[in-house]
């Protein structure tokens, strides 16, 4: 019914950049808001950065300043510009979406999430 498909984590040395892509896909009527979370093994998962349909961002104290995160709302996509990397990044990241579907376009909003990606940071 709804996709989210993220790509771009990957291994990069501590101060390195990398941009995550999450692309949504299926029978999506609007979509109300967007966020990246993260989490390590034994722990909670954890917001990272949300953005509303009008553009609105939040973001973890722990990443302001280091993070940006954008969309195209044309491509139902959203991207997370990740720099000056610390070790305590290293996290699967994951794509959540705020939605609603076409076979329900006044109902409660859906929740759905993608399968994650790794993001490594070491030297």
């Known amino acids: 019914q709804v996709q989210l498909v993220e790509s771009g984590g990957g291994l990069v040395q501590p101060g390195g950049s990398l941009r995550l892509s999450c692309a949504a896909s299926g029978s999506i009527f609007s979509i109300n808001a967007m966020g990246w979370y993260r989490q390590v093994p034994g722990k909670e998962r954890e917001l990272v950065a949300t953005i509303t349909r009008g553009g609105s961002t939040n973001y973890a104290d722990s990443v302001k300043g280091r993070f940006t995160m954008s969309s195209d709302n044309a491509k139902n996509t959203v991207y997370l510009q990740m720099n000056s990397l610390k070790p305590e990044d290293t996290a699967v990241y994951y794509c959540?979406?705020?939605?609603?579907?076409?076979?329900?376009?006044?109902?409660?909003?859906?929740?759905?999430w993608g399968q994650g990606t790794p993001v490594t940071v070491s030297s």
């Open positions: 959540n979406a705020d939605l609603r579907v076409y076979v329900d376009p006044r109902g409660a909003p859906l929740n759905f």
